[in-house]
């Protein structure tokens, strides 16, 4: 079974590629049309007040994405960043060069003297680095919304997680270097740092797994691609285990929301509680795809003799029986008070079908989440055996 470390270092790896902080050079070389698709987009009223909105950030993947919602929207948006990829997202946009962490350089100095309503840092990992930015600016934004994660939380294996649930410390608070076991405490002690800084003017967003178009790590991408194939697919479990995701347009579209609601306080992001199996969402892969995929539910004990492990080779899918089962059980009513909507679960597999589409061959040859074709077909031919000496002990 995967293991909490095993869990979080997917997680982590996975959310640092979201924000940019990968090597996004070797991505734009991945595709061949960068720019960001929502047919959503056009449709999208213009605020009668529009933001003064300063990104750290805002070039990986949920980046791009939430500044388009807010462009769309007639928001001023100002990007801080390295200036390292993907300069040609949004040339129109006023992009400010810098490193915010200050032991490397002064880059913060270059925020200095400038006035915006709210600030979005999707790219706060360190505390240090956190406290470092949300001082500076507290006299200089009226809002700092933080983006975190769900991996904050110390118990993972507590069903019903909601934002008052007991977040992960660390013995030794000045410790730095981002692992499995140090992610998760850190995420939270960074928002602990912008918390002490703007006060009651800061939101938190915990977002679960992320996917739809753009996102590199294929830890939903894997289904609906494999499922548009056909054939017999091999499934996790009993397709009765729940699942939790959001789709990236829709975690920008509550971001900026946040800000024009002027909404304080900590909120869970993810597809709500109870509401679709493992089972419901590979039926809505097949029915975007419209493939003759067949379903083959093998347990999780099968599947950890085949080394085939939850999460990673089976992405999306926790088992119930796992020491990780409440992050597939977290709470986002209070998220869903405040205006949180999630699209269809269809939709998304549209889109990012579509959008796999038009990456290059190379890399649509190799899922970098999931299994080989090889794999699931030997995995496959064991779970057969396996059924066929079963059926003849009762015999």
Same mark, same amino acid.
């Given at each position: 079974m995967t293991t909490r470390r095993q =869990?979080? *270092? $997917? %997680?982590? *790896?996975a959310s640092i590629a979201a924000v940019g902080l990968a090597n996004t050079t070797t991505f734009a070389k991945e595709i061949i049309k960068e720019e960001i698709e929502d047919s959503h987009l056009n449709t999208i009223k213009k605020t009668d007040k529009p933001l003064r909105i300063l990104f750290l950030g805002g070039t990986g993947f949920l980046g791009p994405h939430t500044v388009s919602h807010a462009v769309a929207r007639g928001h001023q948006v100002t990007l801080f960043n390295r200036g390292r990829s993907k300069e040609e997202l949004f040339p129109e946009l006023e992009t400010?060069? !810098?490193d915010r962490d200050p032991n490397i350089g002064d880059g913060l100095k270059n925020l200095k003297g400038r006035q915006w309503d709210s600030v979005i840092d999707t790219s706060g990992y360190v505390p240090r680095i956190v406290d470092a930015s949300s001082r500076l600016l507290k006299d200089h934004c009226e809002q700092y919304l933080f983006i975190s994660s769900i991996s904050v939380y110390k118990n993972l294996n507590e069903l019903g997680?909601? +934002?008052? $649930? @007991?977040? @992960? %410390?660390?013995?030794?608070? @000045? =410790? +730095? $270097?981002? *692992? !499995? +076991?140090t992610y998760g405490p850190l995420k939270a002690y960074s928002e602990q740092a912008a918390e002490n800084n703007f006060t009651s003017r800061t939101t938190v967003i915990r977002p679960g797994l992320i996917v739809g178009p753009r996102d590199r790590t294929d830890r939903y991408t894997y289904w609906p691609v494999r499922v548009a194939k056909g054939g017999e697919v091999l499934a996790p479990g009993d397709g009765k285990d729940f699942v939790q995701y959001i789709d990236v347009r829709d975690l920008g579209a509550f971001i900026i929301h946040c800000l024009e609601q002027k909404t304080m306080g900590i909120f869970n992001a993810t597809s709500a509680m109870n509401t679709e199996t493992s089972m419901d969402m590979l039926n809505h892969c097949k029915s975007a795809s419209g493939s003759d995929a067949s379903f083959t539910w093998a347990d999780a004990d099968f599947l950890e003799k085949q080394n085939i492990q939850a999460w990673s080779n089976m992405p999306v899918w926790i088992p119930r029986q796992s020491e990780m089962a409440g992050l597939s059980y977290v709470s986002v009513t209070e998220a869903e008070k405040h205006g949180l909507v999630i699209r269809p679960r269809k939709e998304t597999a549209q889109d990012t079908l579509s959008w796999f589409g038009n990456l290059r061959k190379a890399r649509r040859k190799t899922l970098r989440a999931g299994i080989s074709q090889k794999k699931e077909s030997e995995a496959l031919s064991a779970w057969h055996l396996s059924r066929q000496k079963v059926d003849a002990s009762k015999t």
């Open positions: =869990f979080i *270092n $997917s %997680t982590m *790896n400010i060069i !810098g997680l909601d +934002e008052k $649930s @007991a977040v @992960a %410390t660390l013995q030794d608070t @000045a =410790f +730095e $270097s981002i *692992n !499995g +076991e």
